[in-house]
């Protein structure tokens, strides 16, 4: 059986390749194995995300903001996630929490602005 690193490598490969399964299956193995991999979490929120999964979605970004709070990536990846569940207030709140962390990011910002038009808190 491939190490945590040979797993995590595997399901980065997959999702990049667009292999979503494979993906999903090898980072579903690696946060089983490490629970403080904040970056397959990452990655399995994407990978679910990509399969229209979002409610898994929110919950391995989740898990990886749990472990790196202060990362604005992980924010703006749950953001889009309750963006497409259609639960735009959180996803404000979220792209807020992103921007907090890393004023200068652009697609946050523009997520944001965007989201705030549609619901009119212009």
């Given at each position: 059986?491939?190490?945590?690193?040979?797993?995590?490598?595997?399901?980065?490969?997959?999702?990049?390749?667009?292999?979503?399964?494979?993906?999903?299956?090898?980072?579903?193995?690696?946060?089983?194995?490490?629970?403080?991999?904040?970056?397959?979490?990452?990655?399995?929120?994407?990978?679910?995300?990509?399969?229209?999964?979002?409610?898994?979605?929110?919950?391995?970004?989740?898990?990886?903001?749990?472990?790196?709070?202060?990362?604005?990536?992980?924010?703006?990846?749950?953001?889009?996630?309750?963006?497409?569940?259609?639960?735009?207030?959180?996803?404000?709140?979220?792209?807020?929490?992103?921007?907090?962390?890393?004023?200068?990011y652009t697609r946050a910002r523009?997520?944001?602005?965007?989201?705030?038009?549609?619901?009119?808190?212009?």
């Open positions: 059986m491939p190490d945590t690193a040979e797993q995590y490598k595997l399901g980065v490969e997959a999702f990049k390749a667009g292999n979503t399964d494979t993906a999903i299956e090898a980072l579903e193995e690696v946060t089983r194995l490490d629970h403080q991999n904040h970056r397959a979490f990452s990655y399995l929120g994407a990978a679910y995300a990509a399969k229209g999964r979002f409610n898994a979605a929110i919950g391995a970004f989740k898990q990886a903001e749990q472990i790196a709070p202060r990362v604005a990536s992980i924010h703006f990846n749950i953001a889009q996630a309750y963006e497409a569940s259609g639960i735009p207030n959180e996803a404000e709140y979220e792209y807020e929490r992103a921007l907090e962390i890393d004023p200068n523009e997520a944001l602005d965007v989201l705030k038009k549609k619901l009119g808190h212009v």
